[in-house]
């Protein structure tokens, strides 16, 4: 049985164009009704606790559960069905749009062989792993190029000087890679249990190779609240949230020479507004933009044309 579901996520925010006059049919609170509206959808499954199980994600992704995984959070043991609620996310315009950007812990890109959430319940009741018996996840390439020096990571929250989501390596898991697919084998659902768990197979290195620059962002519309602001990289799986500061969204760890779209979001009044500006990254490169109202379709279809 597969239930679509949806999580928020954190962030608000609107932005006002006074010159705009395209309608939009779109009805938004806050910027972060827009996420919850446009993120990935979360599926549900369930497995037996004694027998285990295994399905496959409509992206691919095939999940195996072995037998006896499960403990409750006091360590006793679980029988019968347990609840698996999971989702898998690829695509940078997906990741954009559940707001689950591909960032090292101190802000950094990285590149993603894929993202994963993923949380295991009874009753209601989150449960924890054995640590014995890790639950296994196939992620199909999707017909990018195998990368070796993929790892396994997960996610944190609210790291030094952040706001939101990034992602630092994990020691207790494991990745290894075949001819089709990352195979990310989970001995341990990340802390606190009933969040569930993101995980991510990501090359923390591949930016190392290019120098680090300084990019300032700035809005040239007035300011109401929060705009979400993007940096898309061509012709790679990766994709950084960057953080305002006023009406500045200075970010300090761009890699000289590559080419990505900076992507601007916001809401007002219900409507949707957004930017996208192509740029090449210099060191103290200035980059302006200016909100125009649109639909959530036009923003999707041109999102996913960075992909």
């Known amino acids: ?53 295994n399905f496959t994600s409509p992206q691919g992704t095939v999940v195996t559960v072995a037998p ?14 347990v609840d698996i609620y999971f989702k898998d996310i690829y695509k940078k315009s997906d990741m954009l749009m559940s707001l689950v950007p591909t960032m090292s812990y101190w802000g950094a890109p990285i590149k993603s062989g894929g993202e994963f959430y993923i949380k295991a319940s009874q009753g209601g009741t989150a449960l924890i792993l054995t640590g ?34 990034v992602w630092a390596i994990n020691g207790t898991d494991t990745l290894r890679e075949t001819p089709s697919n990352y195979v990310f084998s ?11 768990s993101w995980c991510n197979s990501d090359n923390p290195n ?14 040239t519309d007035t300011t109401e609240f929060g705009t979400g602001v993007f940096l898309v990289f061509s012709g790679l799986n990766s994709m950084v949230h960057v953080y305002q500061g006023g009406t500045n969204f200075p970010y300090r760890y761009a890699p000289a020479g590559l080419q990505c779209t900076v992507v601007a979001v916001a809401t007002l009044g219900g ?21 125009s109202l649109t639909t959530t379709a036009a923003f999707k279809s041109t999102l996913q044309q960075l992909d």
């Open 186 to 196: 989970m001995f341990n659902f990340q802390y606190p249990v009933d969040s569930g």
């Open 1 to 53: 049985m597969m239930v679509a579901m949806s999580i928020l996520l954190l962030t608000a925010g609107c932005k006002k164009d006074n010159n705009a006059t395209v309608a939009s049919p779109d009805n938004y609170a806050n910027l972060s009704a827009f996420y919850a509206s446009n993120g990935v959808a979360l599926q549900h499954y369930t497995v037996d606790a004694a027998a285990g199980g």
């Open 271 to 291: 409507k949707l507004y957004a930017s996208f500006t192509p740029i090449t990254i210099s060191n103290n490169l200035n980059v302006n933009f200016h909100l």
């Open 68 to 81: 006896n995984s499960f403990l409750t959070q006091s360590g006793g043991a679980v029988t019968g069905s």
């Open 132 to 165: 014995a018996k890790p639950i296994v996840v196939q992620q199909p390439l999707n017909g990018k190029p195998l990368d070796a020096a993929m790892a396994p990571m997960v996610m944190v929250v609210d790291s030094p000087g952040q706001t939101g989501i």
């Open 206 to 219: 591949y930016f190392s190779g290019y120098t680090q620059c300084t990019i300032t962002i700035t809005e």
